[in-house]
């Protein structure tokens, strides 16, 4: 591995008619899939022209079949582990930092909150708060693991983007920051091709050794990758079901990554355990995350249980585990350390 290393990361992408439409291609349901194919061959950013290589479409094979009545119902079939279709703006491969407030609306009218910005887009000044009427609340430790219908998700980095965001359990009311590295805002190398966020309520104990892994938690909460059809905006609460859970070992801790589906989303009817997830879509998910790291020299991540994702019912026991951990440490009985829990 070094600096001219080139690393395949193999994932799959599912598009919607929607998500098609929003981008402005002018393709109508019946001629989608041809028009997505000549517009991947040939994708504009900003003044250069992307020819993604070959290999890139080696071993792709995709059918998408939408129906008339319902232009955001499609079945996917997809070679397994299938190669990365490029997704379709600048947008989508830029750092930047997308905070809009639509659906952050609905979770405010849902839950009692409102966001606000403070700060500066792409600067280490930018935070992103959350508010109940005028007083400060923490999104980690004030908005309920649970709504009605799924999981509570906090959104931190939306589909298709690259800064790194995440709540900054170690500040005051832990409001949603670009992560830093040795001095500079951290951003992934590519795009993250699915919603990133977590669970609040949750803590991964550091000072508890899993009894089968022997190793210890990571010192946040449980983190969640959503994979339907929706890009989600950062600092949007979206109830979401879990269909399976990865256990990830990250620089020798245990970070768990629960895969889940929004319950809102047109795949939710599909989706009720991790054997109904396509196989491309497992693969993909954990190879992104075995080899992320790696263009900084760091080596590739690891996963327990023969690396397979372990099924709903056991998610959800990893779940509560978490929300366990989290309660003891709210009550005082686990040492916080710089973590902010008042």
Not at 192 to 201: A, E, K, M
Not at 284 to 312: C, I, Q, S
Request: contains cysteine.
């Amino acid at each position: 591995r070094g600096p001219t290393t080139t690393i395949a990361l193999r994932v799959a992408v599912r598009a919607t008619g929607e998500a098609l439409s929003r981008r402005g291609h002018g393709c109508h349901s019946a001629s989608r899939r041809s028009c997505t194919a000549n517009k991947l061959k040939h994708r504009r950013l900003g003044s250069l022209k992307f020819r993604p290589p070959p290999s890139l479409f080696d071993g792709l094979r995709q059918t998408r079949t939408f129906s008339n009545k319902n232009p955001n119902k499609m079945k996917l079939s997809t070679s397994a582990l299938a190669i990365l279709a490029v997704a379709g703006s600048t947008n989508a491969w830029s750092n930047s930092i997308r905070v809009t407030g639509a659906r952050s609306l609905s979770a405010a009218a849902l839950f009692g909150f409102s966001t606000e910005q403070s700060g500066e887009t792409a600067t280490e000044s930018f935070r992103l708060n959350f508010k109940d009427e005028d007083k400060p609340i923490s999104p980690w430790h004030d908005i309920p693991l649970k709504g009605e219908k799924g999981y509570n998700m906090i959104v931190e980095i939306p589909k298709m983007t690259k800064a790194k965001m995440e709540i900054a359990t170690k500040e005051e009311s832990n409001p949603i920051a670009q992560d830093i590295k040795k001095g500079n805002l951290r951003d992934y190398h590519g795009p993250i091709f699915w919603n990133y966020g977590c669970l609040p309520q949750t803590w991964e104990d550091p000072n508890e050794e899993h009894p089968e892994l022997k190793i210890f938690g990571d010192d946040d909460p449980i983190d969640v990758v959503e994979i339907g059809s929706k890009s989600l905006d950062m600092g949007s609460v979206t109830e979401v079901k879990p269909l399976g859970v990865l256990a990830m070992i990250d620089d020798g801790e245990l970070d768990w990554k629960v895969l889940a589906v929004a319950v809102d989303d047109p795949l939710a009817a599909e989706y009720n355990d991790i054997d109904d997830v396509p196989d491309a879509v497992k693969d993909g998910v954990r190879e992104w995350f075995r080899w992320y790291k790696t263009p900084d020299d760091k080596p590739l991540n690891g996963f327990g249980f023969d690396e397979k994702f372990l099924n709903a019912a056991e998610s959800e026991k990893v779940i509560e585990e978490t929300h366990v951990a989290w309660k003891k440490l709210k009550a005082g009985e686990t040492e916080a350390g710089k973590l902010w829990i008042n």
